[in-house]
């Protein structure tokens, strides 16, 4: 402020009110940026690494049970807090729950063999204190999109802010969200829908098998998103610059193998 007062060669006192509101708001932005990203970046004292695809459950109101009748009993099974109580509601024993617990049950009522990180503080969601500590070649969300939308945000929210490069897929009821960071190959069935949203600020050197490609193209919320694409050619590859921020690859739930695939290799559906 005070540079740009003697680049004017002015008083600030005298310097437009608008310019005073304008670097308030943008003081104010870039303190939520700074410490929200230092909440995400910071390294958590209890952090758990896995070798295989781990499946971590939210409490949002959608069906469960249609997708982890699909996935492998052998998973690891993680619940963020009240995603505890909706698989016990169906039968089923996570391995661990992670979160504030201000939504799950008396731990009184579990097995002795769950394990419990109790994680205090209302700066971040209980989904973000998750993603923050697992450590993954593929983390499978249910129970994070859709039904609710301010909880759809949220874990959109949460995919932002991450500072790892782990793939992330969130599952819903219709579709499914893939979180990448890097280049990315998938078998998809010409005709698809598939749509790109980025999480943050990401340009594209390359892709193939897109109605519209994304070659040269700089996304970023606001100002340039890619809904609603179209599969003409298979495989789909997409090129992603170095440093971005990451980006989202959003395609109807009957795809969920193959996005599984593109990150890890094998479908496990």
Same mark, same amino acid.
């Given at each position: 402020?005070?540079?740009?007062?003697?680049?004017?060669?002015? $008083?600030?006192?005298?310097?437009?009110?608008?310019?005073?509101?304008?670097?308030?708001?943008?003081?104010?932005?870039?303190?939520?940026? #700074?410490?929200?990203?230092?909440?995400?970046?910071?390294?958590? $004292? &209890?952090?758990?690494?896995?070798?295989?695809?781990?499946?971590?459950?939210?409490?949002?109101?959608?069906?469960?049970?249609?997708?982890?009748?699909?996935?492998?009993?052998?998973?690891?099974?993680?619940?963020?807090?009240?995603?505890?109580?909706?698989?016990? &509601?169906?039968?089923?024993?996570?391995?661990?729950?992670?979160?504030?617990?201000?939504?799950?049950?008396?731990?009184?009522?579990?097995?002795?063999?769950?394990? *419990? #990180?109790?994680?205090?503080?209302?700066?971040?969601?209980?989904?973000?204190?998750?993603?923050?500590?697992?450590?993954?070649?593929?983390?499978?969300?249910?129970?994070?999109?859709?039904?609710?939308? &301010?909880?759809?945000?949220?874990?959109?929210?949460?995919?932002?802010?991450?500072?790892?490069?782990?793939?992330?897929?969130?599952?819903?009821?219709?579709?499914?969200?893939?979180?990448?960071?890097?280049?990315?190959?998938?078998?998809? @069935?010409?005709?698809?829908?598939?749509?790109?949203?980025?999480?943050?600020?990401?340009?594209?050197?390359?892709?193939?098998?897109?109605?519209?490609?994304?070659?040269?193209?700089?996304?970023?919320?606001? $100002?340039? #998103?890619?809904?609603?694409?179209?599969? *003409?050619?298979?495989?789909?590859?997409?090129?992603?610059?170095?440093?971005?921020?990451?980006?989202?690859? *959003?395609? @109807?739930?009957?795809?969920?193998?193959?996005?599984?695939?593109?990150? *890890?290799? $094998?479908?496990?559906?």
């Amino acid at each position: 402020m005070l540079y740009c007062a003697r680049n004017l060669n002015c $008083e600030p006192s005298v310097l437009p009110k608008r310019y005073f509101v304008y670097i308030l708001k943008e003081a104010i932005a870039l303190r939520v940026i #700074i410490r929200h990203k230092s909440l995400m970046s910071k390294n958590p $004292e &209890d952090s758990f690494r896995f070798s295989t695809a781990v499946i971590l459950v939210g409490a949002s109101p959608v069906a469960l049970e249609p997708i982890l009748a699909k996935l492998p009993d052998g998973l690891p099974l993680i619940a963020a807090d009240g995603g505890a109580s909706k698989l016990l &509601d169906l039968g089923r024993v996570p391995n661990m729950i992670i979160g504030d617990m201000d939504s799950l049950i008396s731990p009184d009522t579990l097995p002795s063999s769950v394990k *419990i #990180i109790h994680l205090s503080g209302q700066d971040d969601t209980d989904f973000e204190k998750c993603l923050a500590r697992i450590e993954a070649p593929l983390i499978i969300g249910l129970g994070f999109l859709e039904a609710r939308f &301010d909880h759809s945000l949220a874990a959109i929210h949460a995919l932002m802010c991450l500072r790892h490069d782990h793939p992330v897929l969130l599952v819903g009821d219709t579709d499914a969200l893939l979180r990448l960071t890097g280049d990315v190959e998938m078998t998809m @069935p010409v005709g698809s829908r598939i749509s790109i949203w980025p999480l943050g600020r990401q340009s594209f050197e390359a892709s193939a098998g897109l109605r519209w490609p994304l070659t040269g193209l700089e996304m970023a919320p606001g $100002e340039m #998103i890619g809904i609603s694409n179209e599969v *003409i050619a298979t495989p789909v590859s997409i090129v992603a610059t170095s440093g971005g921020d990451g980006y989202a690859v *959003i395609a @109807p739930i009957k795809m969920m193998a193959e996005l599984i695939t593109a990150v *890890i290799g $094998e479908s496990l559906v």
